[in-house]
Every structure is written in structure tokens, then in C-alpha cells.
């Protein structure tokens, strides 16, 4: 399945390789963007979240918090999702599989927990669903983590 992917991907691996930009833009450049995103926005929303959920209810504090966090979590959604594009079309770009890397398995994992969220959010939560929204939140933080310091290893193997 790896290898089919590269295969489809090679097409537009090979056009950005022909544009001969620097090695250390083509190793470094999903991880620094990425990192800005995950780290910064990231934990904004994470902070703007559970400062929603422990300020008092209806309270100025909270109710700034939650629109906060409304307004950024989809962005930071939509930016992982492209960067996570990005990735993926990065180890084509290399030349590297894609299946066997641990940063692809915990960036997909990611994905798919941040739509899990996403699909809780939508949901109008409830309160048992608005505890798990946090918590899974605060899961995907921790995984993200972790992606980073995978994707750091990654980096300085190639």
C-alpha cells in the first residue's frame, strides 16, 4: 500500500524536485512549519480550552476562553491536515516509505483523533461528550508530541 502511494505521489514528488530547491529547505521545511503550528497553536488551544472548562460557567473569563478556542481549533485542524499532506508528499520527495515510519503512524493517528474531536465538537456536547472533547484534546496534544519528536529523529536520519 506504501509503495502504491509513493507511485501516485511520484508525479508531483518529481515536479517539486525539479524546482532543485535546498536539501536542507526539503528535510526541514514540513517540520519547522509544522512545528509552529502544533506547538504554537497547538497549545493555545489547548490552553484556551481547559481555561474555558475551569473558569467559572458563563463567567466573561470562560466564555472569552471557549470563543477562543472555537475561533482557533478549527484552523489548527485545517493547517495538520495539510501539513500532514505535506509530510507524506515530503518522504515521496526524498524518496523515502512512507508506511514504515513512526512519525506517519502517530501523525495519522493524530488525524484521526483530531476529526474523532471535531465530530464530538459538532455533536453540540453534552456534558459527558464535553468531557471527553477535553480529554481526547488533551490526547492528541500528547501524541503530537511525541510526533514531534519522531519527525526530529526522522529529520536527522535522512
Avoid: C
Amino acid at each position: 500500500m506504501g509503495e502504491q502511494l509513493s507511485y501516485s505521489l511520484e508525479p508531483l514528488a518529481a515536479w517539486f524536485r525539479s524546482l532543485s530547491t535546498p536539501e536542507p529547505i526539503v528535510r526541514w521545511g514540513h517540520p519547522l512549519m509544522m512545528g509552529i503550528v502544533v506547538l504554537l497553536m497547538g497549545s493555545y488551544v489547548v490552553y484556551t480550552g481547559w481555561r474555558g472548562r475551569t473558569s467559572p460557567a458563563g463567567s466573561d473569563e470562560s466564555l472569552q476562553s471557549f470563543g477562543e478556542h472555537r475561533k482557533v481549533a478549527p484552523l489548527m485542524f485545517l493547517f495538520i491536515a495539510m501539513g500532514y499532506t505535506g509530510g507524506v508528499l515530503s518522504l515521496v520527495i526524498q524518496k523515502q516509505p512512507i508506511l514504515e515510519s513512526p512519525h506517519f503512524w502517530t501523525g495519522s493517528l493524530a488525524i484521526i483523533l483530531l476529526s474523532v474531536n471535531a465530530a464530538l465538537a459538532a455533536s453540540g456536547l453534552k456534558s459527558f461528550l464535553r468531557t471527553t472533547h477535553a480529554y481526547v484534546g488533551s490526547l492528541i496534544a500528547l501524541v503530537l508530541v511525541v510526533h514531534i519528536v519522531l519527525g526530529i529523529k526522522l529529520g536527522l536520519s535522512l
